[in-house]
């Protein structure tokens, strides 16, 4: 089992930068992958960006490569999503998410969420125009 807790959402004007946290418990967070999505209202959930459980491999959504950058302090047991140039349209609940599916240490990075087990409760983030 693992836990995860988001934090760091909140209310921003176009343009401006949030960083997102997520601190998981119950497992080797060093040993899984991990990965950001969001879901806007009335909107599926879409794939933000993955990180491999090195830190080594990263992908990112074509609507945030440039502007957000996501990584992890395994000593910390914490995934971060540093968000930067916001824009109205990134306007959603975000959501870290775990993958202990594929297996520990694995060498597969998925930008699938179907592939993600355990999931946080997600974190608000308005960017205002």
């Known amino acids: 089992q693992v836990q995860l807790v988001e934090s760091g959402g909140g209310l921003v004007q176009a343009g401006g930068s949030l960083r997102l946290s997520c601190t998981a418990s119950g497992r080797t967070f060093s040993s899984y992958n991990m990965a950001w999505f969001r879901q806007a209202p009335g909107k599926e959930r879409e794939f933000v960006a993955a990180?491999?459980?090195?830190?080594?491999?990263?992908y990112y959504a074509d609507s945030v490569k440039c502007r957000f950058t996501i990584s992890r302090d395994n000593a910390e047991n914490t995934v971060y999503l540093q968000m930067n140039s916001l824009k109205p349209e990134d306007t959603a609940v975000y959501y870290c998410?775990?993958?202990?599916?594929?297996?520990?240490?694995?060498?597969?990075?998925?930008?699938?969420?179907?592939?993600?087990?355990?999931w946080g409760q997600g974190t608000q983030v308005t960017v205002s125009s």
């Open positions: 998410a775990a993958d202990l599916r594929s297996g520990v240490y694995t060498e597969a990075l998925s930008m699938r969420k179907g592939v993600y087990e355990y």
């Open positions: 990180i491999k459980w090195s830190g080594s491999i990263t």
